[in-house]
T-cell receptor, first 113, second 115 residues
């Protein structure tokens, strides 16, 4: 069975600072990995996804994530936080062609002025 | 429509009543998912439909929960004899196919409150 662990349910950064949201997964087969974002009062939307084409994946709004098989991690980063990045971020894993997409418990990002 | 539509957006009900939540997926999307989002929790998988295949019901928490998808489009999630622990946001998502890497499009959810 697959699972996802997001370290830190709340993360606060100053505007302009590095954003690092951590995600570790477990999967018995090579997985597809995703980051979804939920802005206030909006539905979840895809930020980026890993499909084995490249270990460093670039997404929307300047975010990127690196797949590290040896560490079973898929951490999300952004070099410089913007106020508009304040949202809840969810990491998700789907092993191969499995039907279920398993989500982590989410990390609420706060950006301080 | 342009996106996944869910109705109602908010539902308040009394303990013991039955509720029906509706999801209209994006036209042409063959895969449809229901998730539940509780405060402080992640998204809990409930059920998955793919075309004419038998649904994956492995995430339904009890036999009070059921879902159907008529004509491969609209889906209804039914909760019978609601309990307070059923209070959550119920999210529906759809996608073009289910081969692993496809993007899910989510609706805005139904906020269910059981008093």
């Amino acid at each position: 069975a697959q699972s996802v662990t997001q370290l830190g349910s709340h993360v606060s950064v100053s505007e302009g600072a590095l954003v690092l949201l951590r995600c570790n997964y477990s999967s018995s087969v090579p997985p597809y990995l995703f980051w979804y974002v939920q802005y206030p009062n909006q539905g979840l939307q895809l930020l980026l996804k890993y499909t084995s084409a490249a270990t460093l994946v670039k997404g929307i709004n300047g975010f990127e994530a690196e797949f590290k098989k040896s560490e079973t991690s898929f951490h999300l980063t952004k070099p410089s936080a913007h106020m508009s990045d304040a949202a809840e971020y969810f990491c998700a894993v789907r092993p191969g062609s499995a039907r279920q997409l398993t989500f982590g418990s989410g990390t609420q990002l706060t950006v301080l002025p | 429509g342009a996106g996944v539509s869910q109705s109602p957006s908010n539902k308040v009900t009394e303990k013991g009543k039955d509720v029906e939540l509706r999801c209209d997926p994006i036209s042409g999307h063959t895969a449809l998912y229901w998730y539940r989002q509780s405060l402080g929790q992640g998204l809990e998988f409930l059920i998955y439909f793919q075309g004419n295949s038998a649904p994956d019901k492995s995430g339904l928490p009890s036999d009070r929960f059921s879902a159907e998808r008529t004509g491969g489009s609209v889906s209804t999630l039914t909760i019978q004899r609601t309990q307070q622990e059923d209070s959550a946001v119920y999210l529906c998502a759809s996608s073009l196919a289910s081969q692993g890497s496809e993007k899910l499009f989510f609706g805005s959810g139904t906020q269910l409150s059981v008093l």
